[in-house]
C-alpha cells in the first residue's frame, strides 16, 4: 500500500533555532517528492521538490534531502522565524501516471516561540 | 503568489441545502483539482480534470459533483448538505508537464480553501 507517514505529528522550537522534519514513503514506483507549507486557514505551498537523481534541494532557510534507497526524506529548517510556524506537508508522486497521482502525509505542526 | 481563488472562503448552512463551491484560476491551467481536509489529516483527491469538458472522481468517494465549463472555472456542488459534509475543501490546478522519468512533476498550485461546517 502506497503511504506517506511524517514525524513528528507536532513540534515546538524557539525563534532562531534548527529543525528538522522527517518524512518515510512506500510509494512505488517513486516519481518525486515534494515539500509544501501549509499556514493555518491557507492552502499549501509549494517549497521543493526532488526527482529521485536528486539528493537535497534548498529554498532560502528550507533544505530538503532524499534517500530514494531507504525512502526517506528530510526538511531541514535553519534560523527559524515565527512566519514558520505552519504544517509542513510531505507528498510522493508516483512514476508511469498521467494524472501524476500525488500520496499526502498528514504534515508536521510546527510552531515557533519567541 | 498563486492566481487561484476560491469563494467562499467560509460557509455554514443548514442540512438539506445545496451549495456551490467556486474555484477560478487565472494561469491558464488544464489540470484542475478539488480535495478535502478534515483538521490534523492529510488532503484526499476526491475530483479531478484534464480540461474542459472533461471530468474525473478522485480516491476519497464524494457526494459532490464538478464541472468543467471553461478552462479557469471548476465548480463544486453539493446538492444536499449533511453534517458528514464538513470540512475544508481545496481546490488546485497545475499545467500538467510531464516529467522525463515518467510521472509528473508539475506543481499543483492551491487556492485558500473553503471550510465548509453543515449544521
Known amino acids: 500500500k502506497n503511504q506517506v507517514e511524517q514525524s513528528p505529528q507536532s513540534l515546538i522550537i524557539l525563534e532562531g533555532k534548527n529543525c528538522t522534519l522527517q518524512?518515510?514513503?512506500?510509494?512505488?514506483?517513486?516519481?518525486?517528492l515534494r515539500w509544501y507549507k501549509q499556514d493555518t486557514g491557507r492552502g499549501p505551498v509549494s517549497l521543493t521538490i526532488?526527482?529521485?537523481?536528486?539528493n537535497t534541494k534548498s529554498n532560502g532557510r528550507y533544505t530538503a534531502t532524499l534517500d530514494a534507497d531507504t525512502k526517506q526524506s528530510s526538511l531541514h529548517i535553519t534560523a527559524s522565524q515565527l512566519s514558520d510556524s505552519a504544517s509542513y506537508i510531505c507528498?510522493?508522486?508516483?512514476?508511469?501516471?498521467?494524472?501524476?497521482?500525488?500520496?499526502f502525509g498528514r504534515g508536521t505542526q510546527l510552531t515557533v516561540w519567541p | 503568489e498563486a492566481d487561484i481563488y476560491q469563494t467562499p472562503r467560509y460557509l455554514v448552512i443548514g442540512t438539506g441545502k445545496k451549495i456551490t463551491l467556486e474555484c477560478s484560476q487565472t494561469?491558464?491551467?488544464?489540470?484542475m483539482y478539488w480535495y478535502q481536509q478534515d483538521p490534523g489529516m492529510e488532503l484526499h483527491l476526491i475530483h479531478y480534470?484534464?480540461?474542459?469538458?472533461?471530468?474525473e472522481k478522485g480516491d476519497l468517494s464524494s457526494e459532490s459533483t464538478v464541472s468543467r465549463i471553461r478552462t479557469e472555472h471548476f465548480p463544486l456542488t453539493l446538492e444536499s448538505a449533511r453534517p458528514s459534509h464538513t470540512s475544508q475543501y481545496l481546490c488546485?490546478?497545475?499545467?500538467?508537464?510531464?516529467?522525463?522519468?515518467?510521472?509528473?512533476?508539475?506543481?499543483?498550485?492551491f487556492g485558500p480553501g473553503t471550510r465548509l461546517t453543515v449544521l
Open positions: 488546485a490546478s497545475s499545467s500538467g508537464v510531464q516529467g522525463t522519468s515518467g510521472g509528473s512533476t508539475d506543481t499543483q498550485y
Open positions: 518524512c518515510n514513503y512506500t510509494v512505488s514506483p517513486f516519481s518525486n
Open positions: 526532488m526527482t529521485f537523481s536528486e
Open positions: 507528498v510522493v508522486s508516483d512514476r508511469g501516471s498521467t494524472l501524476g497521482r500525488l500520496y
Open positions: 494561469m491558464g491551467h488544464d489540470k
Open positions: 480534470s484534464y480540461g474542459v469538458n472533461s471530468t
